[in-house]
């Protein structure tokens, strides 16, 4: 895959709240985006046990499945395992500046902070905050313990953004896909992705 400068990696991790990463990929292929997505073993089965989406074992097929699912282009998306290190994003050279973890367990978010890139997901995580890129981390765990909390402002001060999907209420959301987006919304606003999912604060909705 050959990244525009728009180029976004995102990572599925294990953590509870799958219907945050599958909108924010959704989103971004419907922007036009170009996707590394990577998916570690345990978020496929979050994956079957929160959703009612099937993907296919083989990455290939499962990156065309799901570009049929959101109605994108293949060469929109490529999908990694968690050991595929000639991967593009495994190396500062080739990797976009810019990824999220959604969702992000701890179990990650303790690794990323420890440096210990055992995983192709930690270690595209470790290339962008040594590239100075933006790397965005979704933790989906409450409560939070003070090792969790310590590590969260580790690499906060690394660079890192710490983004819990803590859903706002002031626009007076109807549906959980409603408070889903106010998440996604955030995340994009943090990629400096411009978008029209939600009123801004103090402006009035359409």
Known sequence: MNWRNDGITLAFTGASGM???????????QLDRQVALLISDPARVVIGTETDLRLPARNREAARH???????????????????????????????????????????????????SNNLI???????????????????????????????????????????????????????EALVDFVVARILDHLDIEHSMLPRWGAQPE
């Open 19 to 29: 219907q945050y990463g599958l909108r924010l990929l959704q989103c971004l292929l």
């Open 66 to 116: 799901l570009c049929q699912q959101f109605d994108a282009r293949d060469e929109q998306l490529r999908l990694f395992g968690p050991s595929e290190w000639t991967a593009a994003v495994a190396s500062g050279s080739g990797a976009p500046s810019r990824m999220v973890i959604c969702p992000c367990t701890t179990g990650t978010l303790g690794s990323i902070a420890a440096g210990t």
């Open 122 to 176: 930690e270690r595209a995580a470790d290339v962008i905050l040594k590239e100075r890129g933006r790397l965005i981390l979704v933790p989906r765990e409450t409560p939070l313990s003070t090792l969790h909390l310590e590590n969260m402002l580790r690499l906060s001060r690394c660079g890192a953004v710490i983004l819990p999907p803590n859903p706002g209420f002031y626009h007076r959301p109807q549906s959980v």
